[in-house]
Structure formats: structure tokens, C-alpha cells
């Protein structure tokens, strides 16, 4: 609640995400991955969704936790030891993939991001740096409270499917998957 109060756009949620919806994340992040692809997580915070990854059969090693927050990134660098947990901003995504050489084998890219809070062009800025490192087809996985996309997609050719409604979440959240066309 502290964290939140601090700085509620950058933190989005009053509320942890819900298991429900680290399992229904993870469920779909699996869906068109290969066995020697990574996983590409936007916006850690607490490692909700990184665990249930783990919990789903993913090895830590194909982790990649980007986290703005440094006392959330010391704390999954605990929690989750052989996970690759960089300290940076979204925004600057492919620079941070590029300096530490984890731009390559990109499947799907999982966010905790509060897109809605965030201007367009930041979003654009985010995206981009996504697009370029994620495999062709690849997924952007992205929930929400709102029963709408999210993602403002003019800048991109997307194609956007609403996955599934987790309503065993406070609030209620829906996974949309993005593919850049």
C-alpha cells in the first residue's frame, strides 16, 4: 500500500495480482513457446507471475524479470536466483537486452505493466523495444481490469485477442495477446 501511494502509475495496482491470474498468465505465455525460447517479463514487482511460470515447468533460466523498482529487483534476485532480474525502465527495453546479451530467442513477452496509466508514446516506446526483440508471431501478453484492449495499437499493426477473463481476482482482470502483424 506504501509502494502504491509513493508512486500509484508507476506501481498500477492497490492490489497483488491474484495466483488465478499468474496461472491463467503463465497458461497462455506456454501456449506457442518452444522449449529453448525465453520469457521476456515486464514489470516483476513481486515475482507473482515469474513463480508461476516456475510452477508451470519453465526453468529459471529462461527468465528475464525487467524491474524499475531496485528493492522489488534486489527481492526477486533472492527469491528467484537463477533468473536473469535486470533493474531498468521498459522503456529503454532493447538498450538493457542488448547490454547484458539477452536480446536473442524471445518467445513471448509477459507484462505487469499498467499500460492504461502510461501516455501513448510511452506505450509506443515500450512496444517497440518488445516488437524488436520478440520472435515473428511472437506474443505480448498484457492484462488489464478494463474489458478493452489496453494497448493503444495506432502506431502498430496488431492483432488482438482477448484470452480469458480471471475473475478470481480483485479486480476482475482479462489477458489480451498482441501480435504484431
Known amino acids: ?91 529503454a527495453l532493447e538498450e538493457i537486452l542488448n547490454a547484458e546479451q539477452l536480446s536473442t530467442n524471445i518467445g513471448v513477452v509477459i507484462s505487469g505493466l499498467p499500460m492504461l496509466n502510461f501516455p501513448a508514446l510511452v506505450q509506443k516506446e515500450i512496444l517497440r523495444g518488445c516488437f524488436k526483440v520478440l520472435k515473428s508471431k511472437g506474443q505480448f501478453l498484457q492484462f488489464t481490469y478494463s474489458p478493452f484492449p489496453s494497448i493503444r495499437s495506432q502506431c502498430f499493426s496488431l492483432t488482438k485477442t482477448r484470452k480469458c477473463w480471471v475473475f478470481n481476482n480483485f479486480p476482475p482482470a482479462a489477458i489480451w495477446s498482441y501480435v504484431l502483424e
Open 1 to 91: 500500500m506504501r509502494r502504491w501511494m509513493a508512486n500509484p502509475k508507476q506501481l498500477g495496482a492497490l492490489f497483488p495480482s491474484s495466483r488465478a491470474l499468474a496461472r491463467a498468465m503463465a497458461k497462455c505465455a506456454l501456449e506457442n513457446l518452444d522449449p529453448q525460447e525465453k520469457i521476456l517479463e515486464l514489470g516483476a514487482g513481486t515475482g507473482r507471475f515469474t513463480q508461476a511460470l516456475i510452477d508451470a515447468g519453465i526453468p529459471e533460466h529462461r527468465l528475464i524479470c525487467i524491474e524499475i523498482d531496485p528493492n522489488l529487483g534486489m527481492y526477486l534476485k533472492k527469491k528467484i536466483p537463477k533468473a536473469k532480474v535486470v533493474l531498468g525502465n521498459a522503456c
